[in-house]
């Protein structure tokens, strides 16, 4: 099916997106924990040069570190995966505003 096709209620159109390179980079992650094999996947995937794919996966790297959730799939005795997820928690800092003088 082409991207207009006509219906009773008038012209249809499909929006398609291409995908980006922070779905990617997000598509890599689930595949490896590797730094420099996320790179390589994801510049696979979307066909960009190496070195610029990868200074972003660095850069997605520092803020999932910084966020501090990570979930690992242990397998038990029997075989039987389970899911860990760790969470550090984020302290909410309360900004002062500033006092329009009256």
Same mark, same amino acid.
């Given at each position: 099916?082409?991207?207009?096709?006509?219906?009773?209620?008038?012209?249809?159109?499909?929006?398609?997106? !291409? !995908?980006?390179?922070?779905?990617?980079?997000?598509?890599?992650?689930?595949?490896?924990?590797?730094?420099?094999?996320?790179?390589?996947?994801?510049?696979?995937?979307?066909?960009? !040069?190496?070195?610029?794919?990868?200074?972003?996966?660095?850069?997605?790297?520092?803020?999932?570190? =910084?966020?501090?959730?990570?979930?690992?799939?242990?397998?038990?005795?029997?075989?039987?995966? =389970?899911?860990?997820?760790?969470?550090? =928690?984020?302290?909410?800092?309360?900004? !002062?505003?500033?006092?329009?003088?009256?």
């Amino acid at each position: 099916m082409s991207g207009d096709w006509n219906t009773k209620y008038g012209t249809r159109r499909v929006r398609h997106d !291409p !995908p980006t390179l922070e779905e990617a980079i997000f598509a890599a992650i689930g595949i490896t924990d590797d730094v420099e094999g996320q790179a390589e996947i994801a510049s696979a995937l979307m066909g960009l !040069p190496y070195d610029e794919v990868l200074a972003e996966v660095k850069k997605t790297a520092r803020v999932s570190a =910084r966020t501090g959730i990570a979930t690992r799939v242990i397998a038990g005795e029997q075989g039987a995966q =389970r899911s860990v997820v760790v969470e550090r =928690r984020v302290v909410r800092r309360i900004l !002062p505003t500033k006092r329009t003088g009256t």
